[in-house]
């Protein structure tokens, strides 16, 4: 008994058993044989347990483990006996030191021997080492991936792009696992595929990613108290309804890009992970921007008005191709959107409205950034694919025309909102802005995918939008 | 806007200028807390042939510097306006302890057909809506600086 003399009791377990008037030694004894410190003192906090009680298992356990037959108690065989419990599974059990108490309470449970065989099995496995000693396999520590990274934070703090270092910094063109492994782990065999289907790097990656992932945790808002919502006040009743029309046309073309996002979150694979998070804030972005033009329609007089056509909405669902919905969503649809909100600036009544728009500003252009920036890197690696980008363009823009031509409410909206009211002089002065800012959306749009490398589309543009392009013949006229 | 009295008495446009707004704002957690912002912003006074550049970098500002316009337009986009319009904005900020919502920097480049922010580049003026918090609020801040005009 050397040894179990030699085993050191903790602090709250020998608290327990003395308040129990268990003797130490039993306690010692019953560690040795292998027991968890908190398994013993889960048992000893049981009712009913008495020092002769610990004295007589812990003996009858080491007589066990000594070698000594192990005897089945009349009531536990009967019962189990009668459940279909097999007496080898029950001799397991007790050669492991399952209270008889506990094991019949098990068995009146509905505990069935199978489910009991995987938990006797399980407690073997930890306790098959000499002595009763949890025997760990550990050889997943060995793992061959690249150890001992130790990344600074820099004036950014610890970034996403800033841990790509060392062979964590490899971000492959072709990702080859068909898991949710993360990238830089070390792959084992027989996991079932997950279903993805983006593997390419061309398809989805741009190089702003991680960067704009961190800008969209780091610049964050909240419409519920970042908004001055008391400054509101009331307006003409039918600026009001056109602004309540802006803001449904606005909730609805949120909800329609977040949608689109998470379609296609799903597809890509997890070798790009800057990529997935960035997407993963701009659906929270789509989110915000619900939620807060939604609250501006419910706190000022109005509700919510009339529904868009939605024909641009389906075409955007129904893109077959990530760069495809990217570059439709992200920068022909986007960019409508920013001029929306700059018109929303332009016409704001108070400083709650202008802080709606500019704060969305900054949402809405990271996806901007993230769409122009996935394109240039498309276009980079698929020049082949250029004609094909300006085919799925094109359709996009007759698409989007179409659908101009049959929202009415949102058009006639926004032109009172820039003339200021519904008179004859105010809707032709309205009339007359809304082109002014339709210039401005049409050029910006153009722009940015001169950024992307798709060259100067101003001449390719749908003939309803290449009215407002400055030609760059006109330009330089 | 949390520091409340005058810090300092320089002269717009001048490096000294921008740098007093820079050691204001740098100072400033509310700065910070807005977010990071990584550009570079050219600021243009072509009646006054003075062109500067700024770089916001992380959670600060970094380098200012007067340069010549070639250097001012490289840039994510550049503020360009007369003089007359500056003095303007700088003193409704000054009257007001911030922009009203006329003299904002996105009202008053909607207001501007040829643009206040303007840019060689269409991605790299997006710049001008990504971080417009933080370029709205170096400007306002500078209603804490005692402005002398030339």
Redesign the interface.
């Known amino acids: 008994m050397a040894d179990t003399i030699a085993t050191d009791i903790p602090a709250d377990l020998a608290q327990v058993a003395q308040e129990k008037g268990i003797p130490l030694d039993v306690v010692r004894r019953g560690l040795a044989l292998g027991f968890p410190p908190d398994v013993v003192k889960t048992q000893l906090n049981m009712p009913g347990v008495t020092a002769e009680a610990a004295e007589q298992f812990i003996s009858e356990q080491e007589r066990i483990r000594a070698g000594g037959e192990i005897t089945i108690p009349p009531e536990l065989a009967e019962l189990a006996h009668a459940k279909g419990w097999p007496d080898d599974l029950l001799i397991r059990a007790l050669k492991l030191g399952a209270p008889v108490a506990m094991m019949i309470n098990q068995i009146n449970a509905g505990i069935t021997p199978e489910q009991a065989a995987g938990f006797i099995a399980t407690q073997e496995a930890l306790r098959g080492g000499e002595g009763g000693a949890l025997q760990l396999d550990l050889s997943w520590m060995k793992v061959p991936t690249e150890w001992g990274v130790r990344v600074r934070a820099?004036?950014?703090g610890l970034t996403v792009g800033g841990i790509n270092v060392g062979t964590y910094a490899d971000i492959p063109d072709y990702w080859p696992y068909q898991t949710e492994m993360p990238r830089g782990a070390y792959p084992i065999p027989g996991v079932p595929s997950m279903g993805y289907s983006i593997f390419e790097k061309a398809e989805l990656w741009s190089d702003n990613s991680a960067?704009l992932y961190?800008?969209a945790i780091?610049?964050?808002w909240a419409p519920s108290t970042d908004i001055p919502w008391d400054t509101l006040e009331d307006l003409p009743s039918d600026v009001e309804k056109a602004f309540c029309q802006l803001s449904t046309a606005l909730c609805e073309k949120a909800l329609v890009v977040g949608d689109v996002i998470g379609r296609w979150l799903p597809e890509m694979s997890y070798g790009y992970h800057e990529v997935k998070l960035y997407l993963s804030t701009a659906e929270f972005d789509c989110a915000r921007q619900f939620e807060v033009f939604r609250k501006r329609a419910f706190s000022n007089g109005g509700g919510m008005a009339v529904q868009s056509p939605g024909y641009l909405h389906r075409a955007i669902i129904d893109c077959r191709f990530w760069t495809e919905a990217s570059s439709v969503m992200f920068i022909l649809h986007n960019s409508f959107i920013?001029g929306l909100y700059?018109i929303g600036?332009?016409t704001?009544h108070?400083?709650a409205e202008?802080r709606i728009f500019?704060?969305c500003?900054?949402d809405?252009?990271?996806q901007?950034?993230y769409g122009?920036?996935h394109l240039k890197y498309f276009l980079s690696r698929h020049i082949e694919r250029r004609q094909e980008v300006n085919h799925f363009l094109n359709k996009a823009e007759a698409v989007f025309s179409y659908e101009w031509t049959k929202d009415t409410p949102l058009r006639e909206a926004l032109m009172i909102l820039l003339g200021g009211g519904t008179e004859p002089s105010q809707m032709a002065t309205g009339a007359a802005r809304l082109e002014?800012f339709w210039g401005?959306w049409v050029n910006?749009y153009?722009?940015?995918?001169?950024?992307?490398t798709l060259g100067d589309r101003r001449e390719k543009l749908h003939p309803s939008l290449r009215k407002y392009a400055e030609l760059p013949a006109a330009a330089a006229a | 806007m949390t520091q409340e009295a005058t810090t300092a008495k320089a002269t717009f446009p001048s490096v000294d200028w921008f740098n007093a707004v820079k050691e204001i704002v740098n100072n400033d957690p509310n700065f910070r807390r807005i977010g990071t912002c990584d550009a570079e912003m050219g600021v243009k006074i072509p009646d006054l042939g003075k062109y500067y550049k700024i770089t916001f970098e992380a959670f600060e500002v970094g380098d200012i510097a007067e340069v010549d316009e070639a250097v001012a337009e490289d840039t994510d986009f550049w503020l360009e306006m007369p003089y007359a319009r500056w003095k303007e904005m700088i003193q409704n900020i000054k009257d007001n302890a911030r922009a009203d919502l006329h003299h904002t920097l996105n009202t008053i480049d909607l207001e501007d057909p040829e643009g206040f922010a303007r840019s060689n580049d269409g991605y790299r003026r997006d710049a001008f809506y990504r971080f417009n918090q933080t370029f709205q609020y170096f400007f306002d801040i500078t209603y804490m600086i005692e402005t002398t005009f030339v």
Do not use: F
């Open positions: 820099g004036k950014h960067d961190e800008e780091q610049r964050r920013m700059e600036l332009a704001a108070n400083r202008y500019s704060l500003q900054q809405i252009s990271r901007l950034a122009v920036d002014y401005r910006a153009a722009d940015r995918l001169k950024s992307a």
